[in-house]
């Protein structure tokens, strides 16, 4: 098994573009979620879709968007990128439920100049 | 909304000596709490949760509900324990709240 796999792992945009990150879940797993890591800073939570179905959402401007489909595999967009928009977004995917384990991506690495 | 501290940004420990990485969090009922760790150029990935009670590479840690921690310790470091540390927990259905991270170097 590949683990959960993201596309791509680098990214340079400019202010004001907009992005798509893709991640693919563990096969199996249902429950896909997103987060931002700033530099010096713990994972922040963005996204939780389980089932094709929005189950949860931080403290994230409506810039950022996402979407889960049938195959469970999710995209997370952000439009008018601003500068610091710029981190390190990683998803996880886990089979469903409380008390499951998370299985994080290597992340993609977004750049905004 | 539910917080998670870790008080050190750098901890440095020599080889053989024993590691006591910090965490408190914010009181709310029963937590569920979890030790993350991302190895150099590897991903984030689960190293123990409190329910489980088990010991992972030599690490432990205890939920202290008087005291609001969960901090992480090991009796004796080894060099392959040099990582990134974060102590996280559920929040609602499955959102993780993460501390901000601790960088554990252990020195030979």
């Known amino acids: 098994d590949a683990g959960v796999t993201q596309s791509p792992t680098h990214l340079i945009k400019t202010r004001g573009q907009q992005v798509t990150l893709r991640c693919s879940p563990i096969?199996?797993?249902?429950?896909v979620s997103w987060y931002q890591q700033v530099l010096g800073q713990g994972p922040q939570f963005i996204f939780q879709y389980y089932e094709k179905e929005e189950r949860g959402r931080g403290n994230f401007p409506d810039r950022f968007s996402a979407r889960q489909f049938p195959n469970y595999s999710s995209e997370l967009n952000v439009n008018a990128l601003l500068l610091g928009d710029s981190a390190l977004y990683l998803c996880?995917?886990?089979?469903?439920?409380?008390?499951?384990?998370?299985?994080f991506g290597q992340g993609t690495r977004l750049t905004v100049v | 909304a539910q917080r998670v501290t870790q008080p050190e940004k750098l901890l440095s420990v020599f080889k053989g000596a024993p590691v006591e990485l910090k965490c408190n969090y914010s009181?709310?009922?029963?937590?569920?709490l979890f030790w993350y760790v991302q190895y150099s150029r590897q991903r984030l990935q689960l190293l123990l949760r409190h329910i489980s009670r088990e010991s992972i590479k030599g690490f432990t840690a205890d939920l202290n509900k008087g005291e609001t921690s969960f901090h992480l310790k090991k009796p004796f470091a080894q060099e392959e324990d040099s990582a990134m540390y974060y102590c996280a927990r559920v929040e609602g259905a499955q959102k993780l709240v993460f501390g901000q991270g601790t960088r554990l170097t252990i020195n030979p």
């Open positions: 996880a995917s886990s089979y469903a439920g409380k008390n499951t384990e998370a299985f």
């Open positions: 096969s199996g797993h249902k429950s």
């Open positions: 009181y709310s009922g029963s937590p569920e």
